[in-house]
T-cell receptor, first 114, second 114 residues
Framework: DSGVTQTPKHLITATGQRVTLRCSPRSGDLSVYWYQQSLDQGLQFLIQYYNGEERAKGNILERFSAQQFPDLHSELNLSSLELGDSALYFC?????????????FGQGTRLTVV | AQKITQTQPGMFVQEKEAVTLDCTYDTSDPSYGLFWYKQPSSGEMIFLIYQGSYDQQNATEGRYSLNFQKARKSANLVISASQLGDSAMYFCAMWSGGYQKVTFGIGTKLQVIP
């Protein structure tokens, strides 16, 4: 158990809908990272938050947004969902703002868009 | 631009033998970090080892070692004394301080044979 909790574990929704994925980082970790893993794109870095502020941005679509709350949990919002958004979404956390240390991954949320 | 290349889609290794998983990278940033993660069939991402671009010595973590050759821009993972539980996908990844993003390779599927 990495100490990073993601909910829900599985999510099935229809095209055009909006979903929210939740991540609770390990106790004491200030950074949260979101990743998308799909068969055709591989593992893609989406976005990083550090202590409530956006720190780095990767291949995140405009239809997607994220935030980190004062209690350090984070949410990834996916809207106007398309079939191609079906993927495994990982959250990871690390103590610091720069990823030169070990990042601990959650179990992932498997999103299926039908 | 940043790029991670893993050229071995699949590898087989006999139990108790050593195996090397290849990873080459490309970045113009002088400050970066290289990581290896393991993803078993259960789906979670497990951190294995980290190497910083300024680290003089190759990183080691138990049975895992990273063969870092900076001039060749390679960061191969060496697993010694393979075990059946090592069967998994292995991802090489890079964090770039300048680009402020994480890039993953497409992964190598390792199967350990009894």
């Amino acid at each position: 158990d990495s100490g990073v909790t993601q909910t829900p574990k599985h999510l099935i929704t229809a095209t055009g809908q909006r979903v929210t994925l939740r991540c609770s980082p390990r106790s004491g970790d200030l950074s949260v990272y979101w990743y998308q893993q799909s068969l055709d794109q591989g593992l893609q870095f989406l976005i990083q938050y550090y202590n409530g502020e956006e720190r780095a941005k990767g291949n995140i679509l405009e239809r997607f947004s994220a935030q980190q709350f004062p209690d350090l949990h984070s949410e990834l919002n996916l809207s106007s969902l398309e079939l191609g958004d079906s993927a495994l979404y990982f959250c990871a956390s690390s103590p610091e703002g720069t990823e030169n240390t070990e990042a601990f991954f959650g179990q992932g949320t498997r999103l299926t868009v039908v | 631009a940043q790029k991670i290349t893993q050229t071995q889609p699949g590898m087989f290794v006999q139990e108790k033998e050593a195996v090397t998983l290849d990873c080459t990278y490309d970045t113009s940033d002088p400050s970066y970090g290289l990581f290896w993660y393991k993803q078993p069939s259960s789906g979670e991402m497990i951190f294995l080892i980290y190497q910083g671009s300024y680290d003089q010595q190759n990183a080691t973590e138990g049975r895992y070692s990273l063969n870092f050759q900076k001039a060749r821009k390679s960061a191969n993972l060496v697993i010694s004394a393979s075990q059946l539980g090592d069967s998994a996908m292995y991802f090489c990844a890079m964090w770039s301080g300048g680009y402020q993003k994480v890039t993953f390779g497409i992964g190598t599927k390792l199967q350990v044979i009894p």
